[in-house]
């Protein structure tokens, strides 16, 4: 099959990768000349342009561009697909994209898989991203059968689980699983170097672990992807703020009225409830 990329950076770049391997012909689109270069260098792709057109040979193509690029980008590339042309995204924000999308093209089936790292670019491309991740598929009443499916088996052959949801549905859940803990991270950071105290401040730099080091990675992330969950999912990501900032107020009442009784129910519940998460059965 021919697949076009349109984003070579790390999610586009290691879906090149991994389907390459599988014998795909992998097409690819960026907005730089060197990194069109490097990708074919690096045998991530088999041929890559700054030019949309390249995706007129494509069966599927899949958008890997930052939020905000997705609809100058789409605007660009449909005039050059046939109308059997299957388009897919790897977008974090679904119900917008969604929405924006589909009316303008019957075989566009929304998609998110949940991997990444901290880097971003081309260089940060890794072999296996996906194994073993959730790959959520969006599609809607009016979405293709046959698109959903061929979506389906290219993100089965990563070997990701694939989970299909609602876009809306998607939205709110990765609010408080994904957006809010960016936000959440990011305003941990933050709080610690407004302590007034230089001293206090160096000491604590200093004695940061592990705990502080997990706690704060997402926050430490690129800043333009926090940006556009915020933008793109912003009702999701305010409720679910205003949901963390409620139970962030009933433990400093908790703390500040001595209550060490209810403050160990609290964190009891709450070290049953997160295996629910992270190790679901």
Not at 228 to 252: C, F, H, K, T
Request: aromatic share 4%.
């Amino acid at each position: 099959m021919k697949i076009g990329i349109v984003g070579l950076g790390l999610i586009g770049g290691s879906l090149a990768i991994d389907w390459r391997s599988l014998g795909h012909t992998i097409l690819g689109v960026s907005r730089r000349p060197s990194t069109c270069e490097a990708a074919i260098a690096r045998g991530i792709v088999d041929r890559a342009s700054c030019d949309l057109a390249l995706m007129a040979e494509a069966e599927v193509v899949v958008l890997c561009t930052p939020l905000g690029a997705f609809l100058p980008t789409v605007d660009q590339l449909l005039p050059h697909l046939s109308p059997e042309t299957i388009v897919t995204d790897v977008g974090s924000v679904k119900g917008w994209v969604v929405e924006a999308i589909a009316p303008r093209w019957e075989n566009f089936v929304g998609g998110h898989p949940m991997a990444g790292t901290a880097e971003s670019g081309l260089d940060a491309a890794l072999t296996g991203l996906f194994q073993n991740c959730i790959y959520a598929i969006t599609p809607t009443a009016h979405t293709p059968s046959r698109a959903v499916e061929v979506v389906t088996q290219l993100a089965r052959s990563l070997q990701a689980q694939v989970y299909k949801c609602d876009p809306q549905d998607h939205d709110r859940a990765v609010a408080w699983i994904s957006h809010l803990p960016v936000m959440v991270s990011a305003s941990l950071i933050a709080s610690c170097m407004d302590e007034e105290s230089a001293t206090v401040r160096s000491l604590a730099q200093t004695l940061a672990s592990s705990g502080f080091r997990d706690t704060s990675r997402v926050g430490g992330g690129n800043p333009e992807l926090g940006v556009m969950m915020a933008r793109y999912n912003q009702a999701a990501v305010v409720r679910s703020l205003q949901g963390y900032r409620q139970q962030l107020d009933a433990i400093l009442q908790t703390i500040e009225a001595s209550d060490w009784d209810n403050l160990e129910t609290l964190l009891g519940q709450t070290q049953r409830d997160r295996p629910a998460f992270v190790d679901p059965a």
